[in-house]
């Protein structure tokens, strides 16, 4: 009953940023816990930063230093600030959500998944 929709994926060049957003809709569930995963063809989809029910946040260690998770609780949006981007963070980028507000990076735990938004880094 919850439909995400992520936004923001493009073309950027090496050591740029991007930002992408993440929509819920109904906006009424602001004790999900939510977070970014991506992947790339033929590989395993991978957390990259989560953001549980009480505002804390995890990050994947490839991404620590340069990419920050937040959420809007009032909308239930989430956000993606990606700095220093490199070719290897190229990959199809997911949002995710869960009502019991974990924080986990794991992408078996999300019950609500977006259908992704791409971005490439050259």
């Known amino acids: 009953h919850v439909q995400l929709v992520e936004s923001g994926g493009d073309f950027v060049q090496d050591g740029g940023s991007l930002t992408l957003t993440c929509a819920a809709s109904?906006?009424?569930?602001?004790?999900?816990?939510m977070a970014w995963f991506r992947q790339t063809s033929g590989k395993e989809r991978e957390g990259v930063a989560s953001i549980d029910h009480n505002g804390t946040t995890n990050v994947a260690d490839s991404v620590k230093g340069r990419f920050t998770i937040s959420k809007d609780k009032a909308n239930n949006t989430l956000y993606l600030q990606m700095n220093s981007l490199k070719p290897e963070d190229t990959a199809m980028y997911y949002c995710?959500?869960?009502?019991?507000?974990?924080?986990?990076?794991?992408?078996?735990?999300?019950?609500?998944w977006g259908r992704g938004t791409q971005v490439t880094v050259s």
């Open positions: 109904p906006s009424s569930n602001t004790d999900n816990c």
């Open positions: 995710a959500a869960d009502p019991r507000g974990l924080g986990l990076l794991s992408p078996g735990y999300y019950k609500y």
